[in-house]
């Protein structure tokens, strides 16, 4: 049975000037809701109010029963990785945020690293877990911060535009990846991205920003 993970009421965002009024959105476990629109209407901003990075303008956003460490994971354009760091590495930090440690340090450890080495075969890099990021491509790079995520283990996952600068078979790939995920895990996701077609794929629900505000899109999601 589906539950209730977030709440967006009346909610208003933007900067000095307002980009999206009267929100109200329900999220439940289960759900993959993309967002798509032009660029410059307030979408990446959304996930960022979202996760808690900026104060919305006006309105209530409400979590429920999603833990305060690690439960929202955060799948940005600008992956934040570290560069002269290894791809394991960089997962891992994924997999520390999510997790607590234990009293026992060496099974926490194990445990973590199990965590980390499946997110990475799950984004079929396990052929460069110690390479240094810096010398990844751009897909590869975008991969690894996907897998991080995937460490995490989070309650809601947002993501923007975590699919770009990836070919076919590894969009593919993912994308089933992510839906095996939610649905095993009682998850919930929030997605922002360009190609509808490609939203279509993904998603349970398809949401677009007009006119400041946000709507559905299309209930013609691919299952």
Do not use: C
Not at 133 to 156: E, F, H
Request: net charge positive; glycine share 8%; no cysteine.
């Amino acid at each position: 049975m589906p539950e209730s993970i977030l709440s967006l009421k009346n909610l208003t965002i933007g900067y000095e000037d307002e980009l999206i009024h009267s929100i109200d959105l329900q999220v439940e476990t289960g759900d993959i809701i993309a967002i798509v629109g032009p660029s410059g209407l307030g979408k990446t901003t959304l996930l960022r109010v979202i996760a808690g990075l900026i104060t919305p303008l006006n309105g209530e956003i409400t979590w429920r029963k999603i833990p305060k460490r690690g439960g929202i994971g955060y799948i940005p354009q600008r992956l934040g990785l570290v560069r002269h760091a290894s791809v394991f590495h960089n997962v891992d930090l994924g997999a520390r945020a999510g997790s607590i440690p234990s009293w026992n340090f060496f099974r926490w450890s194990k445990e973590r690293s199990i965590d980390v080495k499946k997110a990475i075969k799950q984004m079929g890099i396990s052929d460069k877990m110690y390479q240094p990021i810096r010398k990844l491509s751009g897909g590869q790079q975008r991969r690894v911060a996907t897998a991080r995520t995937l460490a995490q283990k989070p309650k809601l996952i947002l993501a923007d535009e975590f699919l770009s600068e990836l070919d076919q078979d590894n969009v593919k790939n993912i994308i089933n990846v992510f839906k095996l995920y939610i649905q095993n895990n009682e998850a919930a996701m929030i997605l922002v991205e360009h190609d509808i077609e490609r939203a279509k794929k993904i998603s349970t629900k398809i949401l677009e920003i007009k006119d400041s505000q946000l709507r559905i899109f299309s209930s013609e999601v691919e299952k």
